[in-house]
């Protein structure tokens, strides 16, 4: 506590250089990886409901997991694919 107090007192604060905005709070990079954090924990309580609460063996989760993975995976490429038609590129 005093260590704080004698940081903000004698100033030393304004000796230390500023968080880049690339790291800020808001920034895309940060707002990205919270999205991660989300969503890692709703597939941690997704895995919980499905292997506690519906009695699925562990295996059966990651095979849900898993399968939806690659459906989503084939999705977004269909999405990709019709977005793309339109592009004709050159190479």
């Not at 990079?29 to 597939?43: D, E, G, P, R, V």
Request: net charge negative; aromatic share 16%; hydrophobic share 50%.
């Amino acid at each position: 506590k005093a260590a704080f107090i004698n940081f903000i007192s004698d100033e030393e604060w304004k000796s230390i250089e500023p968080v880049s905005s690339w790291f800020g709070p808001s920034s895309f990079l940060m707002s990205s990886m919270s999205a991660l954090f989300k969503l890692s924990m709703w597939i941690r309580h997704g895995h919980g409901y499905l292997t506690e609460n519906l009695g699925i063996p562990v295996w059966g989760s990651y095979a849900v997991f898993g399968l939806a993975t690659l459906f989503l995976g084939m999705v977004l490429g269909l999405v990709s694919e019709v977005l793309g038609a339109g592009c004709d590129f050159v190479t």
